[in-house]
């Protein structure tokens, strides 16, 4: 059951967006990818897949409800589109598997037929690039990396056969953060981090800029809304290695946040929040990566920010089977006419069971703004968090500034480095 409806000005609120998004222009529309341009990633008719092997390397267990879960669904969709078979190996990292590296995953599948090899973590970097030398006839992806994208500054201009596809989830971090927004009652909200890197800085810099836009644009104080960042070492919790992310979340909540957003691959703040909402506490969260997350715990969860990477990765196979395939830098954003369509969409949304009506129109506006390009809270001012500039008044944050961030946001409370 959703939450009372709270009064912070609804109608007032949609009024000011609406300002907003006829002050601004409509007509920017984000491409789908930042090289040169890809096969369509919109369902087309696949060519036969019969007979055809794919590998998947999954970081994480295949059902943790999270990123490596959404990696397998998308194996899944492309054995139902195509036909082809996949092969996966899971926990594919150096705690539950010290002896495995991914270069011995890699040549176990190709040994087994794979011709196409998926590997599905920033962390397979080395391991997937040296694969791909061993390999240079297989075709292989690379989520998350930049090996690719001749401006990045990872490229790999001797690896012609290793493309890279990651999904603008800064935009569904935008969303996770205007949504805590709209629900905080404390105005104090908490970011549970993995490791800290470029895209981890990027993502929890999103929320932030998300919940201060949908904050102040529902005319709320800035001074009263505080965000704070705790990383806890790695993508999901290792025993003796990381941080605990229950005590962690444990301790947002005990320090006065009463909405945890998830970085991480599992859902251990979904959990959380929804043992201390059942003990009476007014606690919320956002969980990440898989669409199904906030399963866990509905009656706590205010949506959840996900990737569906069948769209693209079919792409990639379709081009494998039809022998047209090139190793491509793609940056994939939401499709905006329609976010949760399964065959379209690599960024969606879902608005939980927790999510107060009211809240959920405001999140509404917020989505369509960012759509028709009236909403972009990555545009100048914004500081670095030590004060050295980030973007300058009135400049746009192109690819390579969001992609290489190398701090968080000025305003934010947190660690920018493992240092």
């Known amino acids: ?13 949609l009024a000011v967006l609406a300002l907003i998004a006829a002050a601004c222009s409509s007509s920017s529309e984000e491409t789908t990818t930042t090289a040169a341009p890809a096969e369509s990633t919109t369902t087309v008719a ?40 996949m092969i996966s190996l899971d926990s594919v990292n150096p705690a539950d598997r010290p002896e495995t590296s991914v270069e011995q995953v890699v040549d176990d599948m190709v ?3 794979a011709g196409l090899i998926f590997a599905t973590s920033d962390d397979m970097k080395d391991g997937i690039e040296a694969a791909a030398a061993a390999h ?20 790999k201009a001797d690896l012609t056969n290793l493309g890279n596809v990651m999904g603008r989830m800064y935009y569904g971090k935008m969303i996770a953060g205007c949504a805590a927004a709209m629900t905080s009652e404390t105005g104090k909200i908490a970011y549970l981090g993995p490791l800290i ?8 810099s999103s929320v932030y800029l998300g919940a201060q836009q949908c904050w102040e644009t529902a005319g709320k104080d800035p001074a009263d809304l ?47 929040a929804g043992q201390r909402a059942a003990a009476g ?15 866990e715990a509905p009656e706590v969860c205010l949506g959840v920010p996900y990737f569906n990477w069948g769209p693209t990765y079919l792409g990639v196979l379709n081009s494998v089977l039809d022998g047209s395939y090139t190793a491509q830098f793609q940056w994939v954003g939401p499709d905006w006419a329609d976010m949760n369509n399964p065959d379209t969409s690599m960024i969606g949304w879902v608005s939980g069971d927790a999510l107060a009506d009211d809240a959920a129109a405001a999140v509404d506006v917020f989505i369509a703004g960012l759509g028709d390009g009236s909403i972009n809270p990555f545009v100048g001012p914004l500081n670095y968090q030590d004060g050295t500039p980030f973007l300058a008044d009135g400049e746009t944050g192109n690819d390579q500034q969001l992609w290489y961030m190398k701090q968080l946001l000025e305003g934010m409370e947190g660690a920018s480095s493992a240092g």
């Open 1 to 13: 059951m959703k939450r009372p409806r709270r009064a912070f000005g609804l109608l007032a609120l």
């Open 46 to 85: 696949a060519p036969a897949g019969e007979g055809f092997t794919f590998g998947m390397i999954l970081v994480g267990p295949e059902n943790d409800h999270g990123w490596s879960q959404a990696h397998f669904e998308a194996g899944k969709y492309l054995e139902e589109k195509t036909g082809a078979k």
């Open 111 to 113: 040994d087994q037929g």
């Open 136 to 155: 240079p006839d297989i075709p292989m992806i690379w989520s998350s990396g930049d090996s690719a994208w001749a401006e990045g500054e990872g490229y």
């Open 197 to 204: 890197n470029d895209e981890t800085r990027r993502l929890a």
């Open 226 to 272: 505080n965000m704070e960042v705790n990383w806890i070492g790695f993508w999901f919790n290792i025993p003796g290695v990381t941080l605990d992310p229950t005590e962690v979340t444990n301790g947002f909540y005990d320090g006065g946040a009463d909405v945890v957003i998830s970085g991480i691959d599992t859902t251990e703040a979904l959990v959380v």
């Open 281 to 295: 506490e007014s606690v919320w969260a956002i969980p990440y990566d898989f669409v199904g997350a906030c399963s």
